[in-house]
Nanobody, 129 residues
């Protein structure tokens, strides 16, 4: 059984940093496309950063570019989202996702309503003073 479990969410002040972890079990992530998505209250889900299969390319949404960084540790079967310079508008439930199917561009994974194979249950990030 495949599971993705997010951790690291919480309350942070504007300008602060958080790191979200996504730990995978039942699957080896090294050949999977991966991504982070978020959904703010009353808004649609947004793909904020995605990496295509074989790490061919990475897409960052303009809203997080130069502030957020995705990475993965194959040895730990975990990937991460480092979030810096957080803003109140970053408040949302953050979801990690992974996909094993045929190659799709990182832009496609993040910007369309493509349903990746596996999803975590989400972790809440609240940016507030």
């Amino acid at each position: 059984q495949v599971q993705l479990v997010e951790s690291g969410g919480g309350l942070v002040q504007p300008g602060g940093s958080l790191r979200l972890d996504c730990a995978a079990s039942g699957v080896t992530l090294d050949d999977y496309a991966i991504g982070w998505f978020r959904q703010a209250p009353g808004k649609e889900r947004e793909g904020i950063v995605c990496i295509s299969k074989n790490d061919r390319e990475t897409y960052y949404a303009d809203s997080v570019k130069d502030r957020f960084t995705i990475s993965r540790d194959i040895t730990k079967n975990t990937f991460y989202l480092q979030m810096n310079s957080l803003k109140p508008e970053d408040t949302a439930v953050y979801y990690c996702a992974a996909d094993a199917t045929m190659y799709r561009s990182s832009w496609y994974l993040c910007r369309t309503n493509y349903d990746m194979d596996y999803w975590g249950k989400g972790t809440l990030v609240t940016v507030s003073s």
